[in-house]
């Protein structure tokens, strides 16, 4: 007899994600840890980075695009006094210039507060980002001269923690979109200096924080700390379904309801998320599906 393979996992995973690996190898760890293929994480760190990813898993990818959409809290240094190929400490020393003398805390927290609201800042050119199919990072390593797109991105709130010479420790409460990298760079323009970002940890994602998450690892283990995908979107309105109603979700039919929000999780009796639903736009009077997680006739699988 051969191995008898564990159950799939649906539900999200809170990792935290040490350096030197990239998001990609943690989701590969998480792949053969569980022994599924259906895993998928919801916002890229760099490998240098650390902190928080939500990693979905088995039917629980599915609403990936929601945990993608949330705000995000970012830890970081910015190192005055050098500039990088890749805006951070792993790239190539492009400008440097002496910092005798750290600006004056009044000066910097000015700055950062003119960063704050919309803003349309330059992608990396070391970036995950395709132009044309063909992701940034690829052209940059071959040489080519490569300038990241222009994105429009809103700066909730970008705090001053610490200043300790020519290192500036901030935290930024950002949109889904935002490079902690570009922020660096124009935080370090707008002073008279080259810069780059020292250090980077990813602290919160939507209502998940990273006192929540594990290492990679814990999640290759027996009975691994996975949230339901109901969970995951904690932040989401709830609507209980009646038992009756469950098999017409399940069939994508439309319910003849009114949701009074914008977008809300659709709850079995058991407490399992059955969908994510939004108001028809054709008729205000019934549900149309974003998502739909259960199957006709079937359960929910695991912690879904």
């Given amino acids: 007899m051969g191995r008898k393979r564990p159950p799939r996992v649906s539900g999200v995973a ?30 890229t760190l760099d490998p240098a980075a650390t902190g928080l990813m939500v990693v979905t898993l088995g039917r629980a990818t599915r609403i990936a695009r929601f945990l993608e959409a949330e705000e995000k809290v970012y830890e970081g240094t910015v190192r005055l006094g050098r500039s990088t ?27 950062l507060a003119g960063l704050e609201g919309p803003l349309e800042h330059v992608t990396p050119a070391f970036s995950a980002i395709k132009v044309n199919g063909e992701r940034l990072h690829a052209k940059a390593r071959r040489g080519e001269v490569v300038e990241g797109p222009r994105r429009a991105v809103l700066i909730h709130r970008l705090e001053l923690m610490a200043v300790q010479g020519a290192d500036l420790s901030i935290r930024a409460q950002v949109s889904k979109g935002t490079y902690i990298r570009s922020l660096a760079v124009e ?9 780059h970002l020292a250090r980077l940890r990813r602290t919160r994602v939507g209502p998940h924080r990273l006192e929540q998450a594990w290492p990679p690892e814990r999640f290759c283990a027996p009975e ?26 399940a069939q994508g039919r439309p319910l003849p309801r009114e949701l009074d929000v914008e977008r809300a999780r659709l709850m079995t009796p058991e407490g399992t ?27 929910p699988q695991g912690t879904v």
């Avoid at 998480?30 to 998928?40: D, K, N, P, T, Y």
């Avoid at 998320?273 to 079937?298: C, F, H, N």
């Fill in 224 to 249: 691994p700390p996975v949230i339901s995908a109901s969970e995951a979107l904690a932040g989401m309105p709830a609507v209980a379904l009646e038992p009756k109603d469950v098999e017409d979700v």
């Fill in 14 to 43: 809170l990792v935290d994600k040490p350096s030197g690996v990239t998001s990609h190898d943690v989701v590969q760890i998480l792949r053969r840890g569980l022994g599924q293929s259906q895993v998928g994480h919801t916002g």
């Fill in 187 to 195: 935080i370090g323009r707008q002073l008279g200096y080259p810069a």
């Fill in 273 to 299: 998320l059955a969908a994510v639903a939004r108001t028809s736009e054709r008729d205000p009077r019934r549900w149309a599906y974003d998502v739909v997680l259960v199957r006709p006739g079937e359960e």
């Fill in 85 to 111: 190929t890749t805006w951070d400490a792993e790239g190539e020393t492009t400008e440097v210039a002496a910092v005798d003398e750290a600006p004056e805390r009044a000066r910097l927290e000015a700055v």
